[in-house]
């Protein structure tokens, strides 16, 4: 719906979706692939998400957009949007390196903005049977420390096994350790994002 080409806020609820308790869904839809070219010199481009969310301020907690890892306008809006970003990092060797280029395009978004955006990196898929694993792992808490979460997801087929069944790991395996660490990465974000509603952007790798 952000790329609509009028002047007029943008109602989200029309998109949102209630999937279980406690969690919305408001999905993309493939008309998002023409926006940068729909969204082409108009002053407003990179707030069109802000002003969709502005809708809905004050019912929810929190808010998060997934996002790919080009840094394009849809990704420009999401930062715009956000008072926060969290990088999820696979335990690899390549992924350290996308890290690092990703943290300074951020990093030059985040000057040109008067409010703050708080930077996380998720250390994702990590396997302590691994020597790289562990190795990348504590390079990213020696390089990374003051942005690192505390939590991290281990590496567990359950995700992508409820993953492939369209299912959230909360109703897919609530006994496995994708659901804990999960639960845990909750609860450091929640604990950290305080009362108001807190739109976090994802930026995959």
Request: hydrophobic share 40%; proline share 6%.
């Amino acid at each position: 719906p952000i790329d609509n080409p009028s002047g007029e806020r943008i109602d989200i609820t029309r998109s949102i979706w209630q999937i279980t308790a406690n969690f919305d869904l408001a999905p993309a839809t493939t008309s998002l692939a023409a926006f940068e070219q729909v969204m082409q010199g108009r002053p407003d481009r990179d707030h069109r998400l802000a002003d969709a969310l502005a809708t809905i301020d004050g019912k929810y907690d929190f808010v998060i957009v997934d996002c790919p890892p080009h840094i394009g306008l849809l990704t420009q809006n999401a930062l715009t949007a956000s008072s926060e970003v969290i990088i999820p990092v696979d335990t690899g060797y390549f992924s350290l390196q996308g890290l690092s280029k990703q943290l300074q395009t951020v990093e030059a978004i985040r000057a040109g903005r008067e409010s703050p955006l708080e930077v996380r990196v998720l250390a994702n898929l990590y396997d302590v049977r691994t020597k790289l694993g562990r190795e990348i792992l504590n390079e990213l808490k020696r390089k990374f420390g003051p942005l690192m979460c505390h939590t991290f997801i281990n590496f567990n087929t359950k995700l992508r096994e409820g993953a492939s069944f369209g299912q959230p790991i909360t109703d897919y395996d609530p006994g496995s350790m994708g659901f804990r660490d999960f639960v845990r990465l909750a609860r450091e974000l929640i604990s950290a994002g305080g009362p108001d509603m807190v739109a976090t952007t994802l930026l995959r790798q």
